[in-house]
Nanobody, 122 residues
Framework: QVQLVESGGGLVQAGGSLRLTCVAS????????VGWFRQAPDKEREFVAF????????LYSDSVKGRFTVSRDNAKNTVYLQMNSLKPEDTAVYYC???????????????WGQGTQVTVSS
């Protein structure tokens, strides 16, 4: 089993920045892909970004490309999501998820964190 715990959410004004953290514990392995997803009220969960644990492969959704950066620290089993130039439409609960596939689909991820709320005021 793998446990994922997110932190770093909060309230920020438009144009501001936040850094989310996802810490993995349990039976992690070097081939896991970690994805970030978000879900706003009354909307479906949507892909934000993913990163591979062993390489530097990353992918971003068009809505966050150029503003968000995903990175990882393998020694700490931690993945970060740096969010800059935040907009009110970025408001959502953000989740990190672990899986084996390079995928933008939530169903392809096996392990999920509990989520952290990000609220961007205008």
């Amino acid at each position: 089993q793998v446990q994922l715990v997110e932190s770093g959410g909060g309230l920020v004004q438009a144009g501001g920045s936040l850094r989310l953290t996802c810490v993995a514990s349990g039976r992690t392995n070097g081939r896991a892909v970690v994805g970030w997803f978000r879900q706003a009220p009354d909307k479906e969960r949507e892909f934000v970004a993913f990163i591979t644990w062993s390489g530097a492969g990353t992918l971003y959704s068009d809505s966050v490309k150029g503003r968000f950066t995903v990175s990882r620290d393998n020694a700490k089993n931690t993945v970060y999501l740096q969010m800059n130039s935040l907009k009110p439409e970025d408001t959502a609960v953000y989740y990190c998820a672990g899986g084996q596939a390079f995928s933008t689909r939530a169903n392809d991820y096996v392990y999920w964190g509990q989520g952290t709320q990000v609220t961007v005021s205008s």
